[in-house]
């Protein structure tokens, strides 16, 4: 009897640890499109369309090379709509000697695993991803013993684990082993970046979207045009794409923001890189490469290997470290719900209107857009940590709850209370004024501090400095701030707190039913 294999969404990789060593003779592999999985937030439909297109490629993929794939599809009349449901059915069809599995990326979805041995008639073996360069135990080593969890020296070890930008004597290249001071160039006058390859849909691709379409009606965001990679080849592509044509200005422009040019010269490879379309260390590895070859520079490469082998691998250490606790984690007591304008895109704020147009658009906005914009503002408003997971969760097609619930309670909402971020990421509008062109057309003006007209950011956030200054004072990176305003006169503090207040009191909350039913 076959040892079955089932491959989930996000692990459409040949090498995958489940399928590591096996024949395609002993081995029957399931994939399942199922109910539970694409609804347990409303997804982004780009988000559903890659999952589905790229399972079906895969699927195809290994049959072309003789893998026999049973491939559940979302209206098979017999779908149960759960992993588990058609892991026991798939049981029942083979009587296989043995399930294994490589390991889940999200607790939820672990947890459920954990109870297959007992439901099944035949042993169950859960294998390590090795796809992530630190294993669990490599996390608790180092987090064993640390007061605080600072990225910046789990990276240091994943440097030396890889090799990369190493050099032969052990210090890093360059002798320094971040260069982000480097990286916070804001745009000049007419920035753009070449496009990013789009993909035209196949016909596999295209029944998916038709059938996204309708299954799917209700979910947020914009069904079309689906231009995202979804197989390997295309992903390569768009690799190959970036390390060509952006990486070198990746460094210097990482943080800034332009209207309407959405992702600058970002690599756009998070939502392939997630579902295992590629590997982390061979697009660090070729990063590398460009830079020996003297066609990037060193704080650009840097750059694009800390966010791989420094924030990704380690956002990934610390949700499996500090589960389930982080799920429920709400320092600041925040409890505003999400405002409508989250999911509509309706408001005058320029820049988050911007931010959640390329959302909905693209179901991507980058990294500075989900900190600086959209993130600082749920911080400033006191939106309750549940809603905005929610919502990062269904409308970024990069979106697992590994990778989004770290950068949502630790990153952004300092929910965790300081465990994964040193400070809270607070800013006022000068930050975006700074390191955007939204403000220019903005109705709000961004020199205005309280009254009609200011920048909503401006009195947001001595609103917030206000209400959390117990706990934020003896912050060393942020207790300063108090001194500034300690020395603003008593009226001008209440014209902040009146103005903030006014604008909060003006949200409106979200219809329910658009993140779960
Ligand atoms: P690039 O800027 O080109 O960066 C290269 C790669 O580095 C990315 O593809 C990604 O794999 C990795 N990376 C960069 N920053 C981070 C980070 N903070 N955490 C983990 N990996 C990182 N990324 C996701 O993949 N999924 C998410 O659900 C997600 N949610 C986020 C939520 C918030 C509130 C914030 C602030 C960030 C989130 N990120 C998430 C991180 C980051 O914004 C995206 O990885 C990035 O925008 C993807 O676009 P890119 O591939 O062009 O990235
Ligand atoms: C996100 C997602 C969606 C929308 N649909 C499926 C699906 O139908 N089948 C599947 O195997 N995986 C899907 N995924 C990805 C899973 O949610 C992901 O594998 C788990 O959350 C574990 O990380
Ligand atoms: Fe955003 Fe304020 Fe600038 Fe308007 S003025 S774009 S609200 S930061």
């Known amino acids: 009897s076959p040892i079955l294999v089932p491959v989930l969404g996000d692990q459409l990789s040949r090498n995958i640890s489940s399928l590591d060593g096996l024949s395609p003779a002993q081995t029957r592999i399931l994939m399942m499109e199922v109910w539970d999985e694409a609804t347990y937030v409303k997804h982004h439909k780009q988000k559903i369309v890659l999952i589905f297109a790229a399972m079906r490629h895969f699927a195809a993929e290994l049959r072309a090379e003789g893998w026999q794939v049973d491939y559940i599809r979302l209206d098979d009349p017999e779908n149960t709509g759960s992993f588990t449901g058609e892991v026991v059915r798939a049981v029942e069809r083979h009587a ?86 480097e990286n916070r160039e804001p745009p000049k006058e007419g920035l753009r970046a ?54 070198a200005l990746f460094g210097p422009y990482q943080d800034a923001m332009v209207h309407g040019e959405d992702d600058l010269y970002h690599s756009m490879l998070s939502t392939s890189l997630n579902i295992g379309l590629l590997d982390p260390l061979e697009l660090c590895r070729r990063a590398e490469d460009e830079y020996r070859a003297g066609r990037a520079p060193l704080n650009s490469v840097e750059g694009f290997i800390r966010q791989i082998i420094g924030w990704r691998e380690y956002v990934r250490g610390f949700y499996w470290h500090q589960m389930p606790d982080l799920a429920e984690a709400n320092e600041l007591a925040a409890n505003r719900p999400l405002p409508e304008f989250f999911w509509t895109g309706k408001t005058d704020m320029r820049c988050l209107a911007d931010c959640i147009r390329t959302t909905r658009e693209d179901a991507h906005a980058h990294h500075i857009q989900r900190l600086m914009v959209l993130g600082n503002f749920c911080l400033l408003a006191g939106i309750n940590p549940r809603d905005v997971q929610d919502w990062y969760l269904a409308v970024y097609a990069d ?108 949200l409106e909350p979200a219809r329910k039913g658009w993140a779960r039913d």
């Open 96 to 181: 296989p000697s043995e399930v294994r599995v490589t390991e889940s990326g999200e607790w939820r979805v672990a947890r459920a695993m954990e109870e297959w041995e007992g439901r099944l008639p035949c042993p169950v073996t859960i294998l390590p991803d090795t796809r992530f360069i630190a294993t669990h135990a490599d996390f608790r080593n180092f987090a064993d013993g640390r007061k605080h969890l600072t990225m910046e020296y789990f990276y240091r070890e994943m440097r030396r684990k890889t090799g990369l930008l190493m050099r032969r004597d052990g210090n890093p290249e360059g002798d320094q082993w971040n260069l982000d001071a």
């Open 194 to 247: 070449p496009p990013a390859p789009k993909f035209t849909p196949d016909e596999t691709t295209r029944a998916v979207i038709e059938l996204v379409g309708t299954r799917f009606a209700d979910h947020f965001g914009d069904l079309e045009p689906f231009g995202w990679p979804v197989t390997r080849d295309e992903a390569l592509e768009a690799a190959e794409a970036f390390f060509t044509r952006r990486l």
């Open 399 to 506: 979106a697992y709850e590994w990778v989004e619930l770290p950068n949502v309670s630790g990153m952004i909402l300092y929910a965790d209370g300081g465990n994964l971020a040193t400070k809270p990421y607070a800013a006022s509008g000068n930050y975006i004024n700074k390191m955007s062109n939204y403000c220019k057309e903005c109705s709000y003006s961004v020199s205005k501090k309280t009254g009609e007209g200011a920048c909503p950011f401006n009195p947001l956030y001595w609103h917030f400095m206000d209400r959390h200054r117990d706990r934020l004072e003896s912050n060393h990176r942020i207790g300063r701030i108090y001194a500034t305003w300690d020395r603003m006169d008593d009226e001008k503090k209440s014209d902040y707190l009146e103005s903030a207040q006014k604008f909060l009191d003006s």
